[in-house]
């Protein structure tokens, strides 16, 4: 079966400081690959999803972006985080070949920004 | 275009009371539906799925769902709740060519003993 490991789990930055979280998986080979954050008192709002090596569809205009430099690896980052980029970062995996929408969770990261 | 409402942010249910958690949805073709939980701290775990088969879907740690098309509903169930029950829930629909999903804004289920 397919497992997600994120990392870093939790990760406290300064405002304007870059960001990489890391996104691998295992146990599945060319999956759609996505990016949620969720705020406080919030949903989940998708942030990118990848459909393979290299390509990446962003849902929401921001400062951060994403890199799938791997078939198993997604990267989110920032060049200058903002206030409002502090959330719990989760990264998913829809297996395939039969996409269904229904996703496979990693723990998440959990990033504050101060 | 497909979304999802998730009716009351928390619900607050006595422990051996029946949960009841509502989610409607919308979507101009036939849907996928789903229902997540989440505990403090970690990533969603899916808890039962609707792919068009049998409209009275039974997922794990005894919840149940159905879906309902005339009413655009698949409300998650529980005949009796348990203190390990206490969560976030997601309610989700995914539809067309692509799949991608929707979720729903949550809704917190917290049981008192």
């Known amino acids: 079966s397919q497992t997600i490991h994120q990392w870093p789990a939790t990760l406290v930055q300064p405002v304007g400081s870059p960001l990489s979280l890391e996104c691998t998986v295992e146990?599945?080979?060319?999956?759609?690959l996505y990016w949620y954050r969720q705020a406080a008192g919030r949903g989940l709002q998708l942030l990118f999803y990848s459909v393979g090596i290299g390509q990446i569809s962003s849902e929401v205009p921001q400062n951060l972006s994403a890199s799938r430099p791997q078939d198993r690896q997604f990267i989110l980052s920032s060049k200058k985080l903002l206030l409002s980029d502090s959330g719990f970062y989760l990264c998913a995996l829809d297996p395939g070949p039969a996409n269904t929408g229904e996703l496979f969770f990693g723990e998440g990261s959990r990033l504050t920004v101060l | 275009a497909q979304s999802v409402t998730q009716l009351g942010s928390h619900v607050s249910v006595s422990e051996g009371a029946l949960v009841l958690l509502r989610c409607n949805y919308s979507?101009?073709?036939?849907?996928?539906l789903f229902w997540y939980v989440q505990y403090p701290n970690q990533g969603l775990q899916l808890l039962l799925k609707y792919t068009s088969a049998a409209t009275l879907v039974k997922g794990i740690n005894g919840f149940e769902a159905e879906f309902k098309k005339s009413e655009t509903s698949f409300h998650l169930t529980k005949p009796s709740a348990h203190m390990s029950d206490a969560a976030e829930y997601f309610c989700a629909v995914s539809s067309g060519g692509s799949y991608i999903p929707t979720f729903g804004r949550g809704t917190s289920l917290i049981v008192h003993p």
């Open positions: 979507s101009s073709v036939p849907p996928y």
């Open positions: 146990g599945t080979s060319n999956p759609n």
